[in-house]
């Protein structure tokens, strides 16, 4: 089975911090994503990556940085965090880009 | 219009009845469609995928797909209150299968 694992289930930050988040996936997967949820407006893909060290801007990018310097580990680093940013963190990969994709439980993030 | 549309629901179905969920897709040339249930404060699991025109079964659910009408749906037989949930449809947008598109999910209601 595929294990896809994020670094916290719920954090608090205030406005301005820094904020990293991590996830893991261990099947070897060539794609890894992230994307936020917000009541309302669904999933929104922030960035993905295809390889290590390659990415792609999403729907939001704005705010975020992603790097991936390994093939099984994706971050996401808030390099200021705002208010707005308090949502539902989920990151996810699959094997192919139109593939199957497999998410981890997921961050919520509350920003003060 | 948006990409890929489901209604938000809530569906509210008798235990025992069939459910259907539908879903619109605005690429004509998409070629990869998923159905993803989400419980509160999970995260998404695929329940299962179609490439397929026509009807493709697992168990109490059946995909069905109509590329020439643009939809996608999903029926559930003999709905429990386990399956209540959110249904999200995703869809391949783009050449070369480059991204999936979310719906917004319907919120189905299995009442006892």
């Known amino acids: 089975d595929v294990k896809v694992t994020q670094s916290s289930r719920y954090l608090v930050k205030r406005t301005g911090e820094k904020v990293f988040l991590e996830c893991v996936q261990d099947?070897?997967?060539?794609?890894m994503f992230w994307y936020r949820q917000d009541p309302g407006l669904g999933l929104r893909l922030i960035y993905f990556s295809y390889d290590v060290k390659m990415k792609e801007k999403g729907d939001i990018p704005e705010g975020y940085s992603v790097p991936r310097e390994k093939k099984e580990r994706f971050s996401l680093i808030l390099e200021s965090a705002s208010t707005n940013q308090t949502s539902m963190y989920l990151c996810?990969?699959?094997?192919?880009?139109?593939?199957?994709?497999?998410f981890g439980p997921g961050t919520r993030l509350t920003v003060l | 219009q948006k990409e890929v549309e489901q209604n938000s629901g809530p569906l509210s179905v008798p235990e025992g009845a069939i459910a259907s969920l539908n879903c619109t897709y605005s690429d004509r040339g998409s070629q990869s469609f998923f159905w993803y249930r989400q419980y509160s404060g999970k995260s998404p699991e695929l329940i299962m995928f179609i490439y397929s025109n026509g009807d493709k079964e697992d168990g109490r659910f059946t995909a069905q797909l109509n590329k020439a009408s643009q939809y996608v749906s999903l029926l559930i037989r003999d709905s429990q209150p386990s399956d209540s949930a959110t249904y999200l449809c995703a869809v391949n947008i783009g050449s070369s299968a480059s991204k999936i598109i979310f719906g917004s999910g319907t919120r189905l209601s299995i009442r006892p």
């Open positions: 996810a990969s699959s094997l192919r880009v139109a593939d199957t994709q497999y």
């Open positions: 099947m070897d997967h060539e794609n």
